[in-house]
């Protein structure tokens, strides 16, 4: 069974500083995708990542994935009050093309 | 304007009672889904459906059915409801006719069995 680790949980971010993400996942891949959640809302797209080294800016985040490390980051530069969300990473695994599998996601609070 | 639509929104119901959350997507998706949401869990998959009629099992098959006899609806039906199925509920569609794509989710569907 695929397994899916976010790294923080939660995450307390000043603003004006960078910070970092994780998304660990156990098996093997070449899909992954990050998704956004405010409180009390769906889910929408921030980035795709098809391959290995494949690297994603909007704004202020930035996406990677590292697929022989089994590794996505989403870094975060100067972060503001509007960052503030939940943030999912979801991954395919190459043995099902039609799975997905989400990691337990990030809280970020963003404090002035 | 491009969308896919749950309902109910809200429902509490009691143990045993079947019912039936509908999905539709106007955006003639390929695929769709169904997602539950717990607290420290994540989003975990249900089913999903590839095609009309194709349909397979996620990661938390059990106590759910669904059915995709259109292309454009998935309901996801429960059909002896146990209050272990209380969660958050989101169906989501993407493109893709060869596997998981970027998805759109629809708004959700917050279920209480009790």
């Known amino acids: 069974e695929l397994k899916v680790e976010q790294n923080p949980l939660f995450l307390s971010m000043q603003e004006g500083k960078n910070y970092t993400i994780y998304c660990n996942y156990s098996?093997?891949?070449?899909?992954l995708y990050w998704y956004r959640q405010d409180p009390g809302k769906s889910l929408e797209s921030l980035f795709v990542l098809l391959s290995n080294g494949a690297v994603k800016q909007e704004g202020r985040l930035m996406a990677s994935l590292d697929t022989k490390a089994r590794l996505s980051t989403l870094h975060i530069t100067a972060a503001v009050h509007d960052l503030s969300a939940t943030y999912f990473c979801?991954?395919?695994?190459?043995?099902?093309?039609?799975?997905?599998?989400f990691g337990a996601g990030t809280t970020v609070t963003v404090r002035a | 304007e491009a969308q896919v639509t749950q309902n109910p929104r809200y429902l509490i119901t009691v143990t045993g009672k079947k019912l039936t959350v509908t999905c539709s997507q106007n955006m003639n998706h390929e695929y769709m889904s169904w997602y539950r949401q717990d607290p420290g869990l994540g989003l975990r998959q249900i089913y999903y459906?590839?095609?009309?009629?194709?349909?397979d099992k996620g990661d938390v098959p059990e106590g759910y059915k669904v059915s995709r006899k259109e292309k454009r609806n998935f309901p996801l039906i429960l059909e002896s409801p146990s209050p272990n199925q209380t969660s958050l509920y989101f169906c989501a569609s993407s493109f893709s006719r060869t596997g998981v794509d970027e998805q759109y989710f629809g708004p959700g569907t917050r279920l209480t069995v009790t």
């Open positions: 098996t093997t891949s070449d899909r």
């Open positions: 459906s590839m095609n009309v009629e194709v349909t």
């Open positions: 979801a991954v395919v695994p190459l043995s099902n093309d039609y799975k997905l599998s």
